[in-house]
């Protein structure tokens, strides 16, 4: 209260000097004049008392605001309260004449008490007004106040939920990626027991060090959601080296990568599910050589992915097909793409016009994606900034 308290002394000295401006500056241009001490006298004691009653009154603004929904309570409260708080404050202003002020040109009565009568009768509607005149502005900055405060919680609330919704697609991403590790060993480790069963130690060898490869670089990649795609291949390759070791003649796999898409960032382990899915379907009781191409290229400033194979394809339409959308690795990717580029990026499955599957993933370009985030998030910022700056 020591600032309302401060602002109502401010205000009540300018007001108080004006007005005894007015009465000096009236009374001589009368012919009636008076010193200034009296003129002073006359003006500035009766906005000093309101400025010492103005806490109080703002106080009971503050307490009992005006509202529509208790507008009968408030009234009546502001009733009695305004008419105390007027009755006290020209007793006050009664008490300071009766000692200290006297205009010759109009005398107070002697007695007291038919002075305070006087002032009451003259005096009280003025008082009551500015009584109501505290309290709206008590109210509207009640109201001013809580509006401030709800948008700033409201941009804190909104702060804490995009980092809840960032540390939620963080989390859904690392248990996506994570199903790709026990889904690869236990084909891997099948593998390697197949090779021991049949005693073809240097095959099993050959595995055992390519899957640690593999296993090295998925650790580098643990903490990061993307990867420049020259590293992903490099992942890649790790893989097809196990690969080659379980299937040897009867697999291979073509690159075709333009030079500009190697820095480009996917997500990491994007491509080994895809080749997974192709090898399984072009190798896998296949009685020719299955063949797998891996295509990247950088069109438009957006990357470009394609994975296709020689094998049956895919069943019906590509994107309905229930055994395509049940596989996992497949249904990994998709969720995964979902999760870190909105609807901005697309996963499409189809059959090659020359046979086999292929599948197809667009990624939009950097640049792009870091617009689209600014564009959406464009209201949000504003609010924080709105309610962060001083």
């Keep these: ?184 060993l236990f084909n891997a480790l099948n593998a390697i027991a197949g090779l021991v069963r049949e005693r073809r130690n240097e095959a099993a060898t050959e595995l055992i060090a390519g899957l640690g490869a593999l296993l090295r670089h998925s650790l580098n990649a643990i903490d990061r959601d993307e990867i420049p795609l020259r590293e992903e291949l490099e992942v890649l390759d790790s893989y097809l080296t196990v690969e080659r070791a379980r299937f040897r003649d009867r697999l291979q796999v073509h690159f075709d990568v333009e030079p500009a898409a190697l820095s480009r960032r996917v997500p990491s382990l994007i491509l080994q599910p895809l080749v997974e899915n192709a090898i399984r379907h072009s190798v896998a009781g296949a009685a020719v050589r299955g063949e797998v191409w891996v295509r990247a290229r950088v069109p438009n400033g957006s990357l470009e992915l394609e994975v296709r194979d020689n094998g049956p394809g895919f069943g019906g339409r590509a994107e309905d097909n229930d055994e395509a959308r049940g596989r996992l690795g497949l249904r990994n990717t998709r969720a995964r793409l979902e999760r870190l580029y909105g ?17 197809s993933v667009y990624i939009p370009d950097q640049g792009v994606r870091f617009l689209e985030t600014v564009i959406k998030g464009s209201g949000f910022l504003k609010t924080v900034s709105r309610n962060l700056t001083p």
């Design 1 to 184: 209260m020591r600032r309302v308290w401060t602002f109502a002394l401010a205000i009540a000295t300018v007001v108080g000097l004006s007005s005894a401006a007015l009465v000096y500056f009236g009374m001589r241009a009368m012919g009636k004049p008076l010193t200034l001490g009296t003129a002073v006298l006359a003006g500035l004691p009766d906005w000093y008392f309101w400025a010492a009653l103005t806490p109080l009154v703002f106080w009971l603004g503050q307490r009992f605001p005006l509202e529509r929904e208790r507008w009968l309570r408030v009234a009546l409260v502001h009733l009695a309260a305004g008419t105390g708080v007027a009755v006290v404050e020209l007793g006050m202003f009664t008490t300071f004449n009766h000692w200290f002020y006297y205009n010759p040109y109009a005398p107070a009565p002697a007695d007291f008490v038919d002075a305070y009568v006087t002032n009451v009768l003259r005096y009280f509607h003025f008082a009551f007004i500015l009584y109501w005149f505290i309290v709206a502005a008590a109210t509207a900055y009640r109201y001013q106040r809580d509006s401030a405060a709800r948008e700033r919680d409201a941009a804190q609330l909104g702060l804490r939920n995009a980092q809840l919704e960032a540390e939620l697609t963080h989390a859904q991403l690392e248990m996506l990626r994570a199903q790709l590790h026990p889904h690869f």
């Design 343 to 359: 609807g901005a990026h697309k996963f499409e499955l189809s059959n090659a016009a020359d046979g086999g599957a292929r599948v």
